[in-house]
Nanobody, 125 residues
Framework: QVQLVESGGGLVQAGGSLRLSCAAS????????MGWFRQAPGKEHEFVGG????????YYADSVKGRFTISRDNSKNTVDLQMNSLKTEDTAVYYC??????????????????WGQGTQVTVSS
């Protein structure tokens, strides 16, 4: 059974930092492209960024580029999202996702087969 479990969410002031982690089990992690998405209240799921199987390439939404960094550790089956210079508009539930079929991350939710339960990030002004 595949499980993706996010952790590290919480409440932070604008300008602060948080690091989210996603622990994967039940799959051959190194063979999956990993993505991070978020959903703010009343809004659609939004692609945040993703990372290729080896971690050699990362991709980011324009809204987080330069502030967020994705990394993975295939020996620990984890993928992290380091979020710096947080803004109130970053408030959302953050989800990690996994895709076996992709060669690189995409913005389409339907391209990812597995999803975590999400972790809440709240940025206060």
């Amino acid at each position: 059974q595949v499980q993706l479990v996010e952790s590290g969410g919480g409440l932070v002031q604008a300008g602060g930092s948080l690091r989210l982690s996603c622990a994967a089990s039940g799959l051959t992690f190194r063979t999956y492209v990993m993505g991070w998405f978020r959903q703010a209240p009343g809004k659609e799921h939004e692609f945040v960024g993703g990372i290729t199987r080896t971690g050699g390439s990362t991709y980011y939404a324009d809204s987080v580029k330069g502030r967020f960094t994705i990394s993975r550790d295939n020996s620990k089956n984890t993928v992290d999202l380091q979020m710096n210079s947080l803004k109130t508009e970053d408030t959302a539930v953050y989800y990690c996702s996994a895709s076996f079929a992709l060669n690189r991350p995409t913005i389409q939710q339907t391209d990812y087969q597995y999803w975590g339960q999400g972790t809440q990030v709240t940025v206060s002004s």
